[in-house]
């Protein structure tokens, strides 16, 4: 099975601090991707990444960045956090290629609060 | 661009009943994937099952089922004999054919509740 871990179910944090949120995927997939999840609004795309030093731009990128220096690995990066960015974040990955109808595989989440 | 659109924000359904979700889609595309994912009370999200737009025969995966109608860009979930298991968001997706086309688009969920 594919595994798909995120470093913190639970995180607080103040205003204007920086913010790592990591994950990691076990399958040797190429594509990982980020998702903020709020109710009412579903999952929205904030970046992705189909290799290792790529990344794209999602749906809502403004207050983000990522890394991915490994191919296992993707970091959400809040550079400078606030309030409005307290949320579910969802890691997720898939294989290649893009575009082949492949699911994505989700991580359990990371509750991030910003105080 | 895409959209999804699932107009049934909460549901709810005894269990051993059946019930389906509705989703709607917008696309100019012919070839695609659709999905219906399912997220348990803080679990994980889980794939449920998965079209692919230029098969006619539509996805089956144990008691769930789907309805695809290609022409109505239509996509329900049908879920025979419900189980209390089966309590989660569930969210439609939409995702593109072709190389470079990575992005999943969700439509807002609908939340089950099976009620014993």
């Known amino acids: 099975d594919v595994k798909v871990t995120q470093s913190s179910r639970y995180l607080v944090k103040r205003t204007g601090e920086k913010v790592f949120l990591e994950c990691v995927q076990d399958?040797?997939?190429?594509?990982m991707f980020w998702y903020r999840q709020d109710p009412g609004l579903g999952l929205r795309l904030i970046y992705f990444s189909y290799d290792v030093k790529m990344k794209e731009k999602g749906d809502i990128p403004e207050g983000y960045s990522v890394s991915r220096e490994k191919k296992e690995r993707f970091s959400l990066i809040l550079e400078s956090a606030s309030t409005n960015q307290t949320s579910m974040y969802l890691c997720?990955?898939?294989?290649?290629?893009?575009?082949?109808?492949?699911?994505?595989?989700f991580g359990d989440g990371t509750r991030l609060s910003i105080l | 661009a895409q959209t999804v659109t699932q107009s049934q924000p909460e549901m709810s359904v005894q269990e051993a009943e059946t019930v389906t979700l509705s989703c709607t889609y917008d696309t100019s595309e012919n070839n695609y994937y659709l999905f219906w994912y399912k997220q348990p009370p803080s679990r994980q999200m889980i794939l449920v099952i998965r079209q692919e737009a230029y098969k006619q025969q539509n996805a089956t995966e144990n008691r769930f089922s789907v309805n695809f109608q290609k022409a109505a860009k239509s996509f329900s979930l049908k879920i025979s004999d419900s189980q209390l298991g089966d309590t989660a968001m569930y969210f439609c997706a939409f995702m593109k054919h072709g190389a470079g086309s990575y992005q999943l688009t969700f439509g807002k969920g609908t939340k089950l509740s099976v009620i014993p």
């Open positions: 997720a990955s898939s294989s290649f290629p893009g575009g082949a109808g492949q699911p994505q595989h």
């Open positions: 399958m040797d997939h190429e594509n």
